[in-house]
């Protein structure tokens, strides 16, 4: 008996040590929630350039792995275990638009795709140039 309790105790005392050391990385639902978050935000300049009638900008800025709101200030920071990169417009009515999705009062865009990644599996979320529409689509693992 006493030693299955010494057993127990050190099975415990490794466990206590080694369960914190395992990575751990985003879940799939948690890995869907962002892209959800980033199309809701992008969602959210349209529809402000739509009624405020002002061009909106969605800023993309894959170093720091982050998607702001030109209209709200608000932002999704992506965990460092998904991957991220972003399709944009090089120049938008002239201007540079390189990281940035611009809306205009009108609701056109300029238009793009951000590409999320982890684990085999990918989602972009894409911007439609002429309509400003947003969608959540499945793509190939980057």
Do not use: H
């Amino acid at each position: 008996m006493l030693e299955t309790v010494c057993a127990l105790a050190i099975i415990g005392l490794v466990s206590a040590v080694l369960v914190p050391a395992i990575p751990r990385g985003t879940s799939r639902t948690a890995f869907e929630s962002y892209a959800v978050k980033i199309a809701a935000l992008i969602k959210q300049d349209r529809q402000y350039a739509l009624e405020r009638g002002v061009m909106t900008e969605t800023l993309i800025d894959p170093a720091s792995r982050t998607i702001a709101s030109g209209a709200s200030g608000a932002s999704v920071v992506l965990p460092r275990d998904v991957g991220f990169s972003a399709v944009l417009a090089r120049a938008c009515r002239g201007a540079p638009a390189d990281q940035s999705i611009r809306f205009f009062p009108s609701g056109l865009s300029c238009g793009g795709s951000l590409i999320l990644s982890r684990l085999g599996f990918s989602l972009q979320i894409r911007v439609n140039w002429l309509t400003g529409g947003v969608e959540i689509v499945p793509g190939d693992a980057a």
